[in-house]
């Protein structure tokens, strides 16, 4: 029985922690600890800085907090200093076979050391619990934010490689995350916008979606994300998954889940027509453990000690008494971690079609994001194509057309990155493509490999992300066909 005048709502409520104002905000992030708060989740910073000061908020805890981060591609994603690897579809470009069934051990071998790495450097840093992996399967081409996120468009391919990260996350005494479910593949809306809808019915879902989360819960994932989605299937009343009562019974009834559940970022627009205030409230009465990323944590308490709602503290101590404070004191070897990143990076790109340079190049890129983006590649096929062309047309640019010169080899090159708030390729990049479809001869994505659908005839090559280090591999599969 608990007694409803001692609740302690900080307990269950995971707060942004801003990694660059980790020093000067020290004194608010411990008085968060001093008054119970679960944990946080961290963006940005520099890691030997983050890493002394949240040691200092685990001394000052009375049991380990949970230190968290979206970490899909490994350190590097959240804090200066990690390393970044390549999105989840990349690497299983770069691993898998036609066949899942069984993966080589020479491509098993890297695939664990990669997860291996992540796992190493996200302790070294302090962080318990990472975010990952994503569980989604891309199964709509016009999905705007889980796309190269996602390991692939099958369940056996999301659960062989969701599978074998969670392995190597626990097996360094953290906890995974799968996330999102029952499944963020199937949508064409963002849901750090608006709700999207899961229309599937449950059959589908148990034959798809849902598959590996299942694998996951097999393999003994410590915690689920639910995703800010409407899936009627579930629950019929159009409430977002991640505050439903509904999905909670079925993830702990139907699929025998008795980890801790955590909800999406509660500042997104998928929680739908409730306040953030209100979802919160109504998460937690479902039976969610974890609020995530609340905008203000101080009026969430504030309201959840209003309305006295009674919570089970015992599964959330439990789970936290078993998470690790890091104390790692040997820097991982990043330098060997960031080679791991290349291969994978180089071993990822696919080419659709045959092409070969003739003439000179001429590259138009095409940017769809606010930073310039493609100076690296540009610079690649400079020092090897002496008559270069370049065109860089940014994103809402009015340029009608482009004149080629006779004899021409024309490349053009998409950067247009998969994240949130951003809502999808926009509209521009995809006329800029659908205009240059028939006068190129080569066209290569720095991302989502869905932008170059059926309809466009020339070489494609797919690269996935845009790093610096992709962008050298890129250039370097042109030069080698001049």
């Known amino acids: 029985m608990y007694n409803i005048l001692m609740q302690n709502y900080y307990?269950?409520?995971?707060?942004?922690?801003?990694?660059?104002?980790?020093?000067?905000?020290?004194?608010?992030?411990?008085?968060?600890?001093?008054?119970?708060?679960?944990?946080?989740?961290?963006?940005?910073?520099?890691?030997?800085?983050?890493?002394?000061?949240?040691?200092?908020?685990?001394?000052?805890?009375?049991?380990?907090?949970i230190i968290s981060s979206d970490l899909e591609q490994g350190l590097g994603q959240q804090i200066d200093g990690g390393t970044l690897f390549p999105p989840a579809m990349a690497i299983a470009s770069a691993l898998k076979k036609r066949s899942m069934s069984k993966m080589q051990a020479s491509n098993l071998r890297l695939l664990r050391e990669a997860f291996e790495a992540i796992s190493a450097e996200a302790e070294y840093a302090g962080i318990n619990t990472i975010l990952a992996p994503v569980l989604d399967i891309n199964t709509n081409p016009k999905n705007p934010i889980i796309s190269v996120r996602a390991f692939g468009e099958d369940s056996k391919t999301v659960s062989l490689f969701g599978c074998e990260m969670i392995k190597a996350i626990q097996g360094h005494g953290l906890a995974a995350c799968g996330k999102h479910f029952p499944g963020h593949g199937d949508t064409d809306v963002d849901s750090h916008i608006k709700l999207p809808a899961v229309n599937a019915d449950l059959s589908h879902l148990m034959k798809n979606?849902?598959?590996?989360?299942?694998?996951?819960?097999?393999?003994?994932?410590k915690m689920i994300m639910l995703g800010h989605l409407n899936v009627p299937s579930i629950d019929p009343s159009g409430i977002p998954v991640s505050i439903s009562e509904k999905a909670v019974r079925f993830l702990k009834n139907k699929m025998r889940y008795q980890g801790i559940l955590i909800t999406d970022a509660m500042n997104m627009?998928?929680?739908?027509?409730?306040?953030?205030?209100?979802?919160?409230?109504?998460?937690?009465?479902?039976?969610?453990?974890l609020i995530l990323h609340p905008s203000d944590t101080e009026k969430l308490v504030s309201y959840l000690e209003k309305k006295r709602i009674l919570l089970n503290e015992g599964r959330l101590s439990d789970f936290r008494n078993r998470l690790r404070r890091p104390a790692v004191t040997i820097s991982p070897d990043f330098d060997e971690h960031r080679s791991l990143s290349q291969e994978l990076t180089g071993k990822a790109i696919k080419i659709s079609g045959e092409f070969k340079v003739t003439g000179d190049p001429y590259l138009v890129i095409l940017n769809d994001e606010e930073m310039t983006k493609g100076h690296v590649f540009a610079e690649r096929l400079g020092s090897n194509f002496p008559g270069l062309k370049l065109q860089i047309l940014r994103r809402g640019s009015r340029t009608r057309s482009i004149s080629f010169p006779s004899g021409s080899f024309v490349i053009v090159a998409i950067f247009s990155e998969t994240k949130a708030w951003k809502g999808g390729a926009s509209v521009w990049v995809r006329r800029k493509i659908s205009s240059?479809?028939?006068?190129?001869?080569?066209?290569v994505s720095f991302g989502s490999p869905y932008l170059l659908d059926n309809t466009v005839s020339a070489a494609k090559m797919f690269v996935y992300w845009d790093s610096g280090s992709a962008q050298e591999a890129a250039a370097g599969e042109i030069i080698c066909r001049k």
């Open 11 to 65: 307990q269950f409520i995971i707060p942004r922690l801003n990694g660059k104002e980790i020093k000067t905000k020290f004194s608010r992030y411990l008085s968060l600890v001093k008054k119970g708060i679960a944990g946080f989740i961290i963006f940005g910073g520099e890691l030997e800085t983050v890493r002394e000061y949240v040691r200092r908020l685990q001394d000052n805890a009375e049991i380990p907090l």
């Open 209 to 221: 979606e849902l598959i590996p989360f299942k694998k996951a819960i097999e393999t003994e994932v």
């Open 269 to 289: 627009g998928g929680i739908g027509r409730h306040s953030e205030i209100r979802a919160s409230f109504i998460a937690l009465e479902a039976g969610i453990d």
């Open 436 to 443: 240059l479809k028939d006068r190129a001869d080569l066209f």
